[in-house]
């Protein structure tokens, strides 16, 4: 696979609005920059190569719709962050980390193996018959809720893409 | 048979590593293995052609099932997952 090589100001620019999207939405970047900013080149690499910024630290499948969880800010970055202080590539990191009050250890995966991942769906965490006005959209990501006809285009949390939403209600 | 990139050093065993390109502990774990000195060979599975890729997961699958990276596999036995640095310099001085 050929990656086209990125360049610096192209990389800095990527950095920037990664790390004013996390200060907006609450979060921190790994005060490491030359690590963080690795991993924003990973991210970029995989734009290029896949159409989409997978999660540098996992394999991708090429499939949007096989790899949606482990897009970033993928699925697992809240709960690893409430649980190690970090995101699975320790791209983000818990405040008490950026303070150095913590160090960022190894994170073990949290995306079940290939053999039983199931293919994100829009009703995968909708439950029994519940009569609702209008159905209830959840982002995969942050949590967002929001009762329409589909989920937005972007979520207005979290800014990530429409089809990270689920069916809740 | 899936090609790796042979790097020269102490012989410690067989010393072999699944990293990805783009991955920040994989490159840590690279990096250490590069200061230890140790003979090594490493893969970048998400260079490799699509049916190498097939083929380099299930070998990964079959020291760690999460399929997950860097998996650092000592003489096809002993399974670091993740960048656990102390047990590698354990493991390999």
Same mark, same amino acid.
């Given at each position: 696979?050929?990656?086209?090589?990125?360049?610096?100001?192209?990389?800095?620019?990527?950095?920037?609005?990664?790390?004013?999207?996390?200060?907006?939405?609450?979060?921190?970047?790994?005060?490491?920059?030359?690590?963080?900013?690795?991993?924003?080149?990973?991210?970029?690499?995989?734009?290029?190569?896949?159409?989409?910024?997978?999660?540098?630290?996992?394999?991708?499948?090429?499939?949007?719709?096989?790899?949606?969880?482990?897009?970033?800010?993928?699925?697992?970055?809240?709960?690893?962050?409430?649980?190690?202080?970090?995101?699975?590539?320790?791209?983000?990191?818990?405040?008490?980390?950026?303070?150095?009050?913590?160090?960022?250890?190894?994170?073990?995966?949290?995306?079940?193996?290939?053999?039983?991942?199931?293919?994100?769906?829009?009703?995968?965490?909708?439950?029994?018959?519940?009569?609702?006005?209008?159905?209830?959209?959840?982002?995969?990501?942050?949590?967002?809720?929001?009762?329409?006809?589909?989920?937005?285009?972007?979520?207005?949390?979290?800014?990530?893409?429409?089809?990270?939403?689920?069916?809740?209600? | 048979?899936?090609?790796?990139?042979?790097?020269?050093?102490?012989?410690?065993?067989?010393?072999?590593?699944?990293?990805?390109?783009?991955?920040?502990?994989?490159?840590?774990?690279?990096?250490?293995?590069?200061?230890?000195? &140790?003979?090594?060979?490493?893969?970048?599975?998400?260079?490799?052609?699509?049916? !190498? /890729?097939? @083929? %380099? *997961? $299930?070998?990964?699958?079959?020291?760690?099932?999460?399929?997950?990276?860097?998996?650092? &596999?000592?003489?096809?036995?002993?399974?670091?997952?993740?960048?656990?640095?102390? !047990? /590698?310099? @354990? %493991? *390999? $001085?």
């Amino acid at each position: 696979m050929n990656d086209s090589v990125i360049g610096k100001e192209e990389l800095l620019k990527r950095y920037e609005e990664v790390a004013r999207d996390a200060v907006q939405g609450g979060y921190f970047l790994n005060p490491d920059t030359d690590f963080t900013k690795n991993l924003v080149r990973g991210l970029m690499v995989n734009e290029q190569r896949y159409g989409y910024p997978a999660c540098p630290c996992r394999i991708a499948s090429g499939k949007r719709e096989q790899d949606l969880d482990i897009i970033c800010p993928c699925d697992y970055r809240d709960p690893d962050l409430e649980e190690f202080g970090a995101c699975y590539c320790a791209l983000y990191v818990s405040g008490e980390i950026t303070k150095g009050e913590k160090t960022v250890g190894p994170i073990p995966e949290r995306r079940p193996p290939r053999s039983m991942r199931k293919s994100v769906s829009k009703e995968s965490s909708a439950k029994g018959p519940l009569t609702v006005p209008l159905p209830v959209w959840r982002c995969r990501v942050c949590g967002y809720l929001c009762a329409r006809e589909s989920p937005p285009l972007v979520c207005p949390i979290c800014k990530v893409a429409q089809d990270r939403f689920e069916r809740f209600l | 048979m899936i090609e790796m990139t042979h790097i020269d050093g102490e012989d410690k065993g067989k010393v072999v590593l699944f990293a990805l390109s783009t991955c920040g502990w994989c490159a840590k774990t690279k990096e250490l293995l590069a200061d230890l000195g &140790v003979e090594h060979s490493y893969v970048y599975v998400d260079l490799l052609e699509p049916d !190498e /890729i097939e @083929e %380099a *997961l $299930t070998e990964v699958e079959r020291y760690n099932p999460s399929g997950s990276f860097p998996t650092l &596999v000592i003489n096809d036995s002993r399974v670091i997952i993740g960048f656990r640095e102390q !047990e /590698i310099r @354990e %493991a *390999l $001085t």
